[in-house]
């Protein structure tokens, strides 16, 4: 069995706010309750006179500079107003539902493990929650509709909420907090909490506030919360895979991208933390984690004063920077390696890198390594050099192309994958041509297409013009999607003949007799549910089960998935003989 050879032409400011009626508290205020929050005003009245007495300026500067390594196990100590039960989660039990990317999966796992710690509840019945956490995204108007189109249907729900039960309590977390702040709790006065990307550990203390009737929010950001010692609960104990948040915010100021505004400057994990968690879900036997970032390739730790005589890395040839270069620190090279010594059955992945800072280090690696899939997601977002520039993203499409020739050359067989943006300000009916023909000339195995969608505070806001009409992005995205289709199954199409190495994930969402799982290049792979010979065990015959490794003879491919029929149940390791 031999691997196919594939065709080859050639990614503060800040403020803390604890909202309370100025009726009742005499506390500066732009809002005041609702009568609903009035009929709380026993346990109101208690908790006001308390926070008369507190908490101070300082208490809040305090809370704000959150150490990275603090005990993870026990509840906090209270603020001088509320006393360790009402910081307690008293069994109360949460509902978290996710939006927009895999960094808020993330999140979401991080603000359940510290709830958890605090002593609530999870449940995935939204009938029988007491509190709800949205955490909500903001890259494009239409992600923020949906929450807002969300909390008329929660609003719904908390009226009808039966009196005998503790009032229901909403919170909005993540970028949506971060980006419109106060704007949501005066727009939708049945929110109680808001708490942006970098406030999680103060979410017991927010929803401690929120159970007395105030709406409670804190929208700090950090330079250096990257939650290093929160160990994100899993949310399906069967899954096979895992994402590992190695960095958090991003310094490159795109001019389309509200994500520096939202998620704020960007900052490292220190290598040893990131280690660890990897460890820890190769012992629950987890088969594939993906390191996660908004720019994994400009990682840098530099938490030990030691990491920063390391070597600096150069930009990739015809790159440059928004930022002046930083110097020092361990670098992303240095982490896949070591993550990838950790279990040689776990399969690495990372996202998203920026085409600017890909190092010969780092594709060698790629290239090398069994372990580290050969998928790179490459974010081009125009072919067009005239957009790219306005776009500021730090090259032009002939050093992308470039890139792309020279990352194919290091790794035969790479899988692409990339992010396009239709209509940006001022895009000509030619720019978007050579979009299209760079989709053509790439011929991405897999991509993410989006209309523009104008935010506010980005660079793009205050100083172009959102000047393409609608009709026209959907119809140049409508084009692009088109011509990435055909692209994409001409690349899927040189897989057939070819045996490829699965990771099982269960059963097919489309039929019950089918398994699916994913090739080396992320890609779905279909295959009837059969039994099979096992290479470890000569002679024993077996099913796959979720987190298995099985060979798969690819026999037809489609834009966006391989169907096959299986082989036998390998090892990561042995696959390896076959390539
Ligand atoms: N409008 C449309 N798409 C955007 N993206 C980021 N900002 C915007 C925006 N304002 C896309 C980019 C990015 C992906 C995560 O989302 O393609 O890579
Ligand atoms: Fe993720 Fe970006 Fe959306 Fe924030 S704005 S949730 S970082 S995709």
């Known amino acids: 069995m031999q691997r196919c050879q594939r065709w080859r032409p050639l990614a503060s400011v800040s403020w803390v706010l604890l909202r309370t009626c100025r009726a009742h508290s005499g506390l500066p205020s732009t809002a005041c309750s609702s009568p609903e929050r009035q009929q709380e005003a026993g346990v109101w009245k208690d908790f006001n006179s308390r926070l008369a007495t507190g908490p101070t300026f300082q208490h809040f500067l305090r809370n704000a500079s959150v150490p990275q390594e603090k005990p993870s196990s026990e509840v906090d100590d209270p603020p001088p107003y509320l006393t360790v039960d009402e910081l307690s989660g008293r069994q109360r039990k949460v509902y978290l539902e996710t939006y927009g990317c895999q960094m808020n999966v993330n999140d979401t796992e991080i603000a359940w493990s510290i709830l958890q710690k605090s002593g609530y509840l999870r449940t995935s019945n939204l009938q029988e929650a007491d509190v709800i956490l949205l955490v909500t ?10 929450i807002w189109n969300r909390l008329q249907q929660l609003k719904v729900l908390k009226s009808k909420r039966l009196r005998s039960r503790v009032p229901l309590r909403i ?5 949506m907090a971060e980006r419109l702040k106060e704007e949501i709790l005066s727009r939708e006065k049945m929110v109680d909490v808001l708490a942006g990307p970098d406030a999680y550990r103060d ?3 927010l929803l401690a506030v929120a159970e007395s009737g105030q709406q409670a929010a804190n929208v700090l950001l950090s330079l250096d919360e990257t939650y290093a010692d929160v160990m994100p609960v899993q949310t399906s104990p069967s899954a096979t895979s895992a994402f590992v948040s190695i960095m958090r915010g991003c310094d490159n100021m795109c001019s389309y991208c509200i ?12 290598v040893a933390s990131i280690l660890e968690e990897v460890r820890k ?15 994994v390739n400009s990682f840098r730790d530099t938490s030990e004063v030691q990491f920063n005589n390391a070597v600096s890395t150069n930009l990739s040839r015809g790159f440059s920077s928004n930022y002046k270069t930083k110097q020092g620190g361990l670098r992303f090279a240095h982490l896949l390696d070591q993550v990838s010594r950790i279990d040689p059955e776990m399969r690495i992945r990372f996202t998203s890198p920026h085409p600017k800072d890909f190092p010969d280090e780092v594709l060698q690696l790629i290239h090398e ?16 050099s005239r957009v790219l520039e306005a776009m500021q993203r730090g090259y032009s499409r002939e050093a992308y192309v470039e890139l792309v020739h020279h990352i194919r050359e290091s790794i035969p067989d790479v899988s692409l994958s990339s992010d396009f943006i239709a209509g940006f300000c001022g895009e000509t009916e030619e720019d978007h041509f050579q979009t299209m023909s760079l989709l053509q000339e790439v011929q991405y195995n897999m991509g993410f297409l989006f209309a523009y969608s104008m935010r506010q505070k980005t660079r793009a806001y205050h100083r172009l013009k959102d000047d393409i009409p609608e009709e026209v992005k959907l119809r140049r995205l409508e084009e692009l999607i088109t011509v990435f289709r055909e692209e994409a199954t001409k690349a899927n199409k040189t897989f057939v003949g070819c045996t490829q190495l699965v990771l099982v994930e269960g059963l097919s969402k489309r039929s019950a007799t089918d398994l699916c799982g994913r090739n080396d290049g992320n890609l779905k792979v279909i295959f009837p549910d059969a039994e099979m010979e096992d290479v470890t ?14 060979l798969v003879k690819i026999t037809s491919a489609s834009s966006q998935t391989l169907k096959g029929h299986v082989l036998c149940r390998t090892t990561l390791k042995d696959s390896s003989t076959y390539y």
């Open 537 to 550: 065990n000569s002679g024993l015959r077996v099913r796959a089960q979720p987190g298995d490794y099985v």
């Open 259 to 270: 994500v520096p505004f939202t998620r704020g400057r960007e900052r490292s994990r220190p």
């Open 369 to 384: 390594r069994d372990n580290i899939c050969k998928q790179i997601h490459l974010p081009a977002q125009s072919g067009s």
């Open 281 to 295: 879900l190769s012992e629950q036997g987890l088969k594939e984690v993906t390191l996660l970032g908004q720019n």
């Open 137 to 146: 995204c903001s890259i494009r108007e239409k992600a923020e509709q949906t």
């Open 171 to 175: 919170g909005i977390l993540g970028c």
């Open 203 to 205: 979410l017991p203390r």
